[in-house]
């Protein structure tokens, strides 16, 4: 498989099993999980034919590891980055005092007056490294990186999830915990 190709079906698998599972008429669980076997016989309903291998390289070689298989390789779900109501059953943890958030330039005057907010995710994503951060903000336009305190907000009572793929989530960050990163000259 190519990598374009490689592209092509992760971004369809964000979209069915993070944000509009009614597109291929998929069904997902409480959990977020969906069968293996149904996914990929919608997918070919929907003129998106893949075989269980190229499923199986797809989620192994995404760069960011949205996706995982259940133990035995039954079922499939995203990580995180649900628009839609699902459980990920994440318990809070204590995450590192800093953490770090990529973005546009185009946004700061709006996270500057709500803070973080998480949209119609779920949760505020956040990185425990600027690298990753810079990736992400990179998609949104001029990038800024902001440093949040996190072990502040953990002190204060804020709840924070670790995803699977080592993503940190949390509900919303008020402008009072970060700061823009030195990192933006």
Do not use: C
């Amino acid at each position: 498989m190519n990598e374009k190709q490689n592209k092509k079906i992760s971004k369809f698998l964000s979209l069915v099993l993070r944000h509009r599972p009614e597109t291929i008429e998929l069904n997902l669980d409480q959990h977020g999980w969906a069968d293996v076997d149904e996914l990929l016989e919608k997918m070919a309903n929907h003129n998106r034919k893949i075989t269980l291998n190229e499923l199986r390289y797809v989620v192994e070689n995404n760069d960011k590891q949205r996706y995982a298989f259940n133990d035995k390789h039954t079922k499939i779900r995203a990580n995180q980055g649900h628009s839609i109501n699902i459980q990920l059953n994440l318990s809070p943890q204590t995450p590192p005092e800093t953490l770090y958030h990529g973005t546009a330039t185009r946004f700061l005057g709006s996270i500057f007056q709500k803070g973080l907010i998480k949209g119609k995710r779920q949760h505020v994503h956040l990185s425990s490294d600027i690298e990753t951060a810079t990736k992400v903000g990179k998609r949104h336009g001029k990038l800024v990186i902001l440093l949040v305190h996190s072990g502040k907000m953990h002190e204060a009572g804020y709840n924070f999830y670790l995803s699977e793929n080592k993503v940190w989530l949390t509900d919303h960050i008020p402008p009072k915990y970060f700061e823009m990163s030195d990192i933006n000259g």
